[in-house]
């Protein structure tokens, strides 16, 4: 155990040595790469932090735009429905309005096709009727029958109303007045006397009487007093026939429209 | 059997003798210079890296974080000293494992040059860092009546260091030594592993001291106190 003195002198040489060949070669080059690494690992980690820091912008600016899309996306929507209902609603409209103007057009049509056949009804009822009627009356026609119309006709002049009797007592009164008699068939002197005696009876005078025959009346007589007149005619009879007719047409009318309605 | 490689010697002129200690320096020397050449001629700083280049890495960072976390300062320089002694005893020990090798840690006179080379690096880091006259405060403090102790300390301390290192790593040669003339066949092969694991326990001793050595001379004062106090307790 000794120390030579000259060996330590250079081990210290050495040493120094040593410290500066590992400096060289180990310490610095080592020390480089890990600094080089380390920063470019903390550049990568910038980079990333970055690019996640964009992708965050990114997204949010996606999710912002999805929003207003979504958003636009409901409006329009909503717009088109309404557009929808209220083009589902004109057209309802136009539709009913449609049906309307048909049903009255089918109804109007109704109606005149019923007037046309109530008048042809009445055409034919009337013709066959004045044709029956004639041909019935032609064959009935004889002195008792129209006795009998001369009478009815005396009894209707008996209870004329007070207006007509009125004007018939005034047309007595006046001498350039007249009271003219027209008959569906020649009436017979007897006829002629019992009319007369009764309007001399119901006018307290005398009045000037024409007598004329009429194809107007159907079996009856009429009496003409200016504007007035009284009469009695099969004519009559007729003319309640057509207004029953017409009563029953109109009873049958709400069946009709109800079904045109459905 | 040579004990020391003091007495091995290759080659004398005049009255200086070139003897196995520098020899086997000298060989350490140019391993660690060639393999440290041939491993960081071709560092990758990026992608993968060779187990080699990782093996210096590690050693490299081992070496930093143990130098902060005795110095708490800035471990690059500090780096290049005290990790060449921790290499070089490292080193130095564990070829012993060699047949023919003895190691130069073996010597006194080697473990005094890295005594003293502590005792210089002492002095040069502390007034590298606070000054010479921060430096050479420290000597008179608390109170001027501790000079004569501070100094002392600063011998013995360095004393202790060549004596601690030469004698373990004397001594390990020594007991396989007498152990293969008792026992040749098992005991020293023990012996010599457990060498290997003093060896290397010898090299972090001697660098640790090192550094805190050399932190307690550089560091500011505010630190001092605390610093020392946590130093020798990890000691």
Avoid at chain 1, 82 to 98: N, P
């Amino acid at each position: 155990m000794e120390i030579n003195w000259v060996t330590v002198a250079a081990q210290i040489v050495n040493f120094l040595v040593l410290i500066w060949l590992l400096n060289k070669f180990l310490y610095g080059p080592i020390t480089r790469a890990m600094t080089a690494r380390q920063e470019r690992v903390r550049e990568r980690l910038a980079d990333a932090t970055r690019t996640q820091q964009e992708a965050e912008q990114e997204r949010l600016k996606l999710k912002t735009e999805r929003g207003d899309i979504h958003k636009a996306k409901e409006d329009l929507l909503s717009a088109a429905r309404d557009e929808a209902d209220q083009l589902q609603s004109d057209l309802e409209k136009q539709a009913r309005e449609d049906v309307e103007l048909q049903r009255q057009a089918w109804l109007n049509q109704l109606q005149g096709d019923k007037e046309d056949f109530l008048n042809d009804v009445r055409r034919r009822a009337a013709t066959e009727f004045f044709a029956l009627a004639e041909k019935a009356f032609a064959e009935l026609a004889d002195e008792a029958f129209e006795k009998r119309i001369v009478a009815l006709f005396i009894v209707r002049l008996k209870t004329m109303d007070a207006n007509s009797l009125s004007k018939l007592k005034d047309a007595a009164g006046r001498k350039e007045s007249s009271v003219r008699i027209e008959s569906a068939f020649e009436l017979g002197l007897n006829e002629r006397q019992a009319i007369n005696q009764c309007i001399n009876e119901i006018s307290d005078g005398e009045v000037k009487i024409t007598y004329a025959n009429t194809d107007e009346l159907i079996a009856g007589i009429r009496l003409r007093i200016d504007s007035q007149s009284v009469e009695w005619s099969l004519n009559s009879y007729l003319d309640q026939l057509q207004e029953r007719l017409e009563e029953s047409f109109a009873g049958a009318q709400p069946d009709e429209e109800r079904q045109a309605a459905e | 059997m040579r004990i020391s490689p003091d007495e091995w010697v290759f080659w004398t002129f005049g009255s200086y003798e070139l003897s196995a200690t520098i020899i086997f320096t000298w060989l350490i020397m140019f391993l660690l210079a060639v393999m440290s050449f041939a491993i960081t001629r071709r560092l990758s700083d990026e992608g993968e890296i060779s187990p080699m280049q990782n093996f210096l890495e590690v050693l490299v960072t081992g070496l930093s974080d143990q130098i902060r976390d005795v110095s708490r300062q800035d471990p690059s320089r500090y780096l290049p000293f005290v990790g060449t002694l921790f290499i070089f005893i490292a080193v130095s020990n564990l070829l012993s494992i060699i047949p023919g090798y003895v190691a130069p840690t073996g010597s006194l006179s080697t473990t005094t040059a890295l005594a003293l080379s502590v005792f210089i690096a002492v002095p040069i880091f502390g007034i590298a860092s606070r000054g010479l006259f921060g430096y050479l405060k420290q000597y008179v403090q608390p109170t001027p009546f501790m000079l004569p102790f501070t100094v002392i300390s600063e011998f013995s301390r360095t004393v202790a260091l060549a004596i601690r290192l030469y004698g373990n790593a004397m001594s390990g040669a020594m007991i396989v030594g007498i152990l293969i003339s008792i026992t040749p066949f098992f005991f020293p092969v023990v012996m010599q592993l457990l060498g290997l694991l003093t060896g290397l326990i010898q090299a972090y001793i001697f660098a640790v001291l090192a550094i805190v050595y050399i932190a307690s001379a550089a560091q500011e004062e505010n630190s001092k106190k605390r610093n020392d106090e946590h130093s020798e307790k990890e000691i």
